[in-house]
């Protein structure tokens, strides 16, 4: 700090001034004047001036500390910026102008305090701003008066007193929700009533709102009313409507909850789905005691489930404990499940009956359907605060893959059967999974992860042991997944072997692919005579050869890949070929002869050589 003081008199009487450009170090650039009057028992102030936050502070008044602490004082101050030194000020750039007074003294250990902004107005993310509130404080409580303030067109408000006990009205009415907070947007209106204590407030409020929208949550209209302890729900009561709602993501068409201490009943509707939830019961002094007595969808796409049999549930603030619930289709399917919560452990289980595999199409490739069912079961245990448990295992009867082909015909994939088994323990986690196909396809696989704990996995040290074994001869699925190629055919055979980090894995093993074909109708092509050979020896590199043969011609690739994903997986190619048909369609039929010799590293290719393309 860089300034100048002065103090003249005595202890009886003096005169104290100050002026510098920051009276300790953390405060905002600014320069202070001060001039007041004194004596044992306080201080006068007949001038404090403030040049900062690009604005200009004025204050005058008295502070005393004989015969006891009290103080009287009025402010006003012009142009201040709250960019400048509220916590959130960045999202409210302007410049407001505020006229407040405050007084208050210490009695028999108790504060006695009053404070009020006369007149506050400007402009703030260029809304006009307006405020006025009256504030006091007395037998260790806030006392609202009153609090108004308008932004643009839009007002906000609050009077009452909040203590160990509240009695605190406030209200909400928002033509543009922006005017009042910076991330939201859309129409509100609300009021309402908070009483109770600290510990246990009761919220008793009315709401309206249409276009809401706030960081990804929008609501297309909302109203009702609710009358909540959300300390110990003791007292409920809750009415709500909403319509064209979007939650992040997830789109549903409307939300209707009533509830109250005996009674919630919820119901949910989207484009494909509805849902119905009820429960009854009672709270009591531990928590909440009933049962679940409904909870059922109807959905085109994923079928109709009912519950099998209302079912026990009881809530306290130690454990959460249940009654299996079931769950039937109208295909006959089942699923049950339980949730069981003791102390700090969670326990669930889960068991699938003849689960249509067709509700699993929203995560497959576009038009692939799995055509089947899956008889599953599931028991896990999360010991907080990331130690979880368990064992999941998922059986397939027989089934069919289905797939689209060339011009709206489909094709289907059978397999006889298969099996994925996941354990989770102290040791680490293991998975293992098999699937067997009509047509002789067959997958084998094993992952073993020592010591994981898979809530809080280090991809860079945690160690990983695998192995796959893949053999297809009818290549057809892959048509699905790969955009233009129809006929596929070949006998594919792969083995490989996993070692290292689950971030730098270390893979040895072979590739095979014998007797390929493929067609590409938009370029008139027919691929045969496909061969590939590729092979890891477990130490960074993956060498590899194609062969394969267009028109009158042949091409072959012949190259190697570092396995490094740091070093963006460095890759050197040399393709050779002669009179290699690439088109052959009315409007071009074009043969190449390729002489190149290409190296890729991150995201620079460099291209050496020459392409022949014979008349």
Not at 396 to 405: F, K, M, N, R, W
Request: hydrophobic letters at 40%; glycine letters at 10%; charged letters at 20%.
């Amino acid at each position: 700090a860089i300034g100048s003081g002065w103090v003249e008199g005595n202890i009886h009487q003096y005169r104290v001034g100050l002026a510098t450009d920051r009276p300790w170090p953390h405060a905002p650039p600014s320069f202070w004047y001060a001039a007041a009057d004194g004596n044992l028992d306080g201080l006068k102030f007949h001038s404090l001036r403030v040049l900062a936050l690009d604005g200009e502070s004025i204050a005058k008044g008295q502070l005393n500390w004989s015969p006891q602490l009290s103080w009287k004082a009025q402010m006003n101050t012009t142009d201040i910026d709250p960019v400048s030194f509220l916590p959130m000020g960045a999202q409210w750039p302007g410049k407001v102008n505020v006229k407040l007074t405050s007084n208050g003294r210490f009695e028999n250990g108790q504060l006695i305090a009053d404070a009020e902004i006369n007149q506050l107005t400007g402009t703030l993310r260029g809304y006009p701003v307006s405020a006025r509130s009256r504030l006091g404080w007395r037998n260790n409580g806030l006392d609202i008066h009153s609090f108004d303030f308008h932004s643009g067109t839009s007002n906000a408000s609050a009077k009452g007193r909040v203590s160990e006990t509240l009695k605190l009205n406030w209200s909400i009415d928002a033509s543009n929700l922006a005017e009042l907070f910076p991330q939201a947007k859309g129409q509100l209106t609300a009021m309402g009533l908070i009483t109770g204590t600290q510990d246990s407030p009761v919220i008793d409020a009315t709401f309206n709102g249409n276009s809401l929208n706030l960081r990804g949550y929008k609501i297309g209209s909302i109203n009702g009313a609710l009358n909540v302890n959300p300390i110990n729900w003791q007292h409920i009561n809750i009415k709500l409507t909403a319509n064209t709602l979007n939650l992040k993501d997830y789109a549903l068409q409307s939300l209707n909850i009533d509830a109250d201490s005996h009674r919630l009943v919820v119901k949910a509707a989207s484009e494909t789905a509805t849902a119905h939830v009820e429960l009854n019961g009672a709270v009591n002094a531990n928590g909440w005691r009933g049962q679940i007595e409904q909870a059922s969808i109807q959905s085109q796409r994923f079928n109709d489930w009912q519950l099998m049999a209302p079912a026990r549930l009881d809530i306290t603030k130690q454990s959460i404990e249940a009654d299996t619930l079931c769950w039937r289709s109208n295909q006959e399917a089942s699923v049950c499940g339980s949730l069981q919560r003791k102390n700090k452990a969670w326990l669930s289980r889960l068991e699938m009956n003849k689960f249509p595999l067709k509700l699993l199409s929203p995560w497959l490739p576009p038009d692939m359907k799995l055509e089947g069912l899956t008889n599953s079961s599931a028991e896990l245990t999360l010991q907080a605060p990331d130690r979880l448990l368990g064992q999941v295992r998922i059986e397939l009867p027989p089934g069919t893959v289905s797939y689209p082909l060339l011009e709206g015909e489909r094709d289907h994939w059978g397999y006889r059967g298969g099996k994925v088994e996941v354990v989770i323990s102290e040791s680490g986690m293991e998975a293992t999974s098999e699937i067997a196909m009509d047509n002789g396809d067959h997958f084998l696989g094993r992952a073993v992860l020592p010591g994981a704990m898979p809530l809080a996995l280090n991809l860079e040290t945690q160690p990983v042991q695998a192995s796959a074994q893949l053999k297809i001869i009818d290549m057809g699925i892959l048509e699905a997944i790969i955009p233009e190629v129809y006929d596929l055919r070949g006998e594919a055979k792969v083995n490989f072997n996993a070692a290292g980090t689950l971030a730098q894995p270390r893979l040895s093993g072979q590739a095979h692919l014998l007797n390929g074909a493929l067609r590409i109708p938009r370029l008139g092509l027919t691929i045969d005579q496909l061969r590939l050979e590729s092979q890891s020896d477990g130490f960074g590199k993956l060498h590899f050869q194609l062969d394969g043969h267009s028109g009158e011609g042949n091409l072959a690739i012949q190259g190697q890949t570092i396995m490094d994903r740091g070093a963006g997986w460095p890759t050197e190619l040399n393709i050779k070929g002669k009179e290699f048909l690439i088109s052959n369609i009315p409007e071009a039929r074009v043969l190449a002869s390729p002489d190149l010799r290409i190296k890729i590293h991150k995201y620079v290719i460099d291209i050496q050589g020459d392409v022949h393309l014979p008349n």
